[in-house]
């Protein structure tokens, strides 16, 4: 079952979301990207409904990178945690809502300060120091709450990604086979490997 | 459970002696999970006026962000600060607007109102999601928490208390209300306005 979380540490952002696409109850692709690189420094990770979420995304990424181009500068985490917040909180009023939830981890290079902002479908915007969406939140949560430190390095960061992984693929029914990992920090965005 | 109780969270005000006081508790939530323990509810609109927006937590946001731009606008134009009295019609022509498909938060205000005088006067009002105001001398409530507050409050409030009782009655009120709510909690934030200063205190609460 869809499940993406993350965690802030001392000046980076790791975002983790399964790569699973599910139709009914056949798994149709295990190797689904579900982290969006939106500019130098910042990721959204997106889940909910199929077709709502890819739809959303891309629409987000190519302003974000209009924003950019137009402005030789890309917008800042909290100023594009509020923009994607406000497209969603206008689309819950719409005839057609769309149903994404989303994770959006950044670094902001004029303050050195990570950011990392829950999201869901009706625009409700948290500023958090980890989260998770999906059935997974449910252990994930607590183990965060236990386990997770703001000044941790990359490594510890890992290791405690780890348990989350761990612990969902223990024992959620219908667990995912594979997490995407990604890390955003001062050298920007890349995938990491476990 | 009803779209007004799926973030959970409370506001209650209360009127003092040349002072009134706003708080409201800290959880955002989504039904019994909690997300974030520091989801502040309770926004600035002028020096001496304050807006609580308890309810669904997207049109907290999206709400404060309307009041900021019409507070504003009216800044610029009238060439003064807006009057809580007229704020308070403010909000409710701004919730009225969407009669028939509302925001889901029902507002509260406290602030200082200039008096013909020259002097300043406690003010405070509440309405419900469709903008019905309710101008009350003692204290209004809303949220996950508010029968609870009007039980609480109803037993402790009493009239011409200075501000620093006040802080202790507003406080007392909120914290044992919202141990019996389990929408809301998770810490609490309490500002006591008087004609002059503004004090913000944070609450500790339980984190169950």
Request: with cysteine; proline share 4%.
């Amino acid at each position: 079952m869809e499940t993406a979380f993350a965690l802030t540490g001392k000046g980076y952002v790791l975002l983790a979301a399964d790569t699973t696409a599910v139709h009914s109850i056949i798994k149709v692709k295990t190797d689904v990207d579900k982290i969006k690189e939106l500019s130098p420094c910042l990721l959204m990770a997106y889940s909910g409904e199929p077709g709502d979420t890819v739809q959303f995304a891309e629409y987000i990424e190519r302003n974000i990178r209009l924003y950019h181009i137009r402005n030789n500068f890309p917008l800042r985490p909290p100023s594009a945690a509020s923009w994607i917040r406000r497209s969603l909180a206008d689309s819950l009023r719409s005839r057609k809502p769309y149903s994404v939830n989303l994770l959006l981890g950044g670094y902001d290079t004029s303050t050195y300060m990570p950011h990392l902002y829950w999201m869901d479908y009706f625009g409700t915007l948290a500023e958090v120091p980890f989260a998770a969406h999906g059935y997974g939140s449910y252990f994930t949560l607590s183990l965060l709450d236990k386990y997770h430190d703001p000044e941790a390095t990359v490594e510890e960061g890992i290791a405690t990604l780890k348990r989350c992984i761990d612990e969902v693929s223990k024992r959620l029914v219908v667990s995912p086979a594979r997490f995407k990992v990604k890390i955003v920090d001062k050298d920007g965005v890349r995938e990491i490997e476990l | 459970m009803s779209i007004m109780q799926h973030n959970g969270g409370s506001v209650i005000a209360m009127v003092g002696k040349d002072c009134v006081a706003i708080a409201s508790d800290l959880r955002l939530g989504v039904q019994s999970l909690s997300i974030t323990s520091d989801f502040e509810k309770i926004f600035p609109v002028t020096d001496r006026l304050f807006v609580g927006l308890p309810g669904l937590a997207t049109d907290v946001t999206t709400l404060r962000e309307q009041f900021r731009y019409r507070v504003n606008m009216y800044t610029i134009k009238e060439e003064r600060e807006i009057e809580p009295q007229t704020f308070a019609q403010l909000v409710s022509s701004t919730l009225y607007e969407r009669r028939f498909g509302p925001y889901f938060i029902e507002p509260v205000m406290a602030g200082m109102q200039k008096t013909p005088a020259g002097g300043y006067a406690p003010f405070i009002a509440a309405t419900d999601l469709i903008g019905c105001l309710n101008f009350a001398k003692d204290f209004v409530v809303a949220g996950t928490a508010s029968e609870k507050l009007f039980g609480v409050a109803e037993g402790l409030w009493e009239p011409d208390l200075e501000a620093e009782d006040l802080f202790e009655t507003i406080s007392q009120t909120l914290l044992n209300a919202l141990d019996r709510d389990a929408f809301s909690g998770w810490g609490a934030v309490v500002h006591v306005i008087t004609k002059d200063k503004v004090i913000t205190r944070k609450l500790k609460g339980r984190m169950d």
